[in-house]
């Protein structure tokens, strides 16, 4: 079975700082792996997705994050923190075509917090 | 832009009471599903629906749940008897293809409080 693990349930970084948010993935095919964004009372966004046509995948609001087969990884990253980053991320990976409908897998979430 | 619409956004219920979440899925989207977020906790899979049977379903789905697609636009989740660890984030999600990309769209959620 797939899963994914996100290092750290909480990361504070300074307006302006690199933001970064770790994932692992566990998986016997090639994975989708996506990031969602969930800001407070709200429902779940993507941010982006890794489909395997790019390793470096680029999203919304500035994020990305680098697909790492070697170390089984899927960080995001963000070269410069806004306040408005401060939500809840998460990592999460897409059950295979072996079934009817691919679900997806979702990590333990990472809150972010932004100091000013 | 098109969007996943769920209603309630929040409702209360006594325990042992028959709970309806409703969801419109993207209209021309073929894979509906199901997901809960207990406060504090992960996003967490209940079950996925597909050409009007469930396609899968996780340990959670137990009998007191069930999902029905009464018409060509909604998409239900119903608590036969809720109990108090039904209170969650309920998200409905949906999906062009199954087997694309896995992307889904999600709606904003329906909280259920159960007392």
């Known amino acids: 079975a797939q899963s994914v693990t996100q290092l750290g349930s909480h990361v504070s970084v300074s307006e302006g700082a690199l933001v970064l948010l770790r994932c692992n993935y566990s998986?016997?095919?090639?994975?989708?792996l996506f990031w969602y964004v969930q800001y407070p009372n709200q429902g779940l966004q993507l941010l982006l997705k890794?489909?395997?046509?790019?390793?470096l995948v680029k999203g919304i609001n500035g994020f990305e994050a680098e697909f790492k087969k070697s170390e089984t990884s899927f960080h995001l990253t963000k070269p410069s923190a806004h306040m408005s980053d401060a939500a809840e991320y998460f990592c999460?990976?897409?059950?295979?075509?072996?079934?009817?409908?691919?679900?997806?897998?979702f990590g333990s979430g990472t809150r972010l917090s932004i100091r000013p | 832009e098109p969007e996943v619409t769920q209603t309630p956004s929040h409702q209360v219920t006594q325990m042992g009471q028959e709970v309806i979440l409703r969801c419109v899925p993207i209209?021309?989207?073929?894979?509906f599903y199901w997901y809960r977020q207990i406060l504090g906790q992960k996003v967490e899979f209940l079950v996925s629906?597909?050409?009007?049977?469930?396609?899968?379903k996780s340990e959670i789905f137990d009998d007191q749940f069930s999902v029905e697609r009464p018409d060509g636009s909604n998409f239900t989740l119903k608590i036969r008897s809720t109990k108090l660890e039904d209170s969650a984030m309920y998200f409905c999600?949906?999906?062009?293809?199954?087997?694309?990309?896995?992307?889904?769209?999600f709606g904003e959620g329906s909280r259920l409080t159960v007392l």
């Open positions: 998986s016997s095919v090639p994975p989708y």
């Open positions: 999460a990976v897409s059950d295979q075509p072996v079934s009817s409908a691919s679900k997806i897998i």
């Open positions: 629906f597909y050409n009007n049977e469930i396609s899968e």
């Open positions: 890794y489909t395997s046509a790019a390793t």
């Open positions: 999600a949906s999906s062009v293809d199954g087997r694309d990309t896995g992307e889904l769209f």
């Open positions: 209209s021309n989207h073929l894979y």
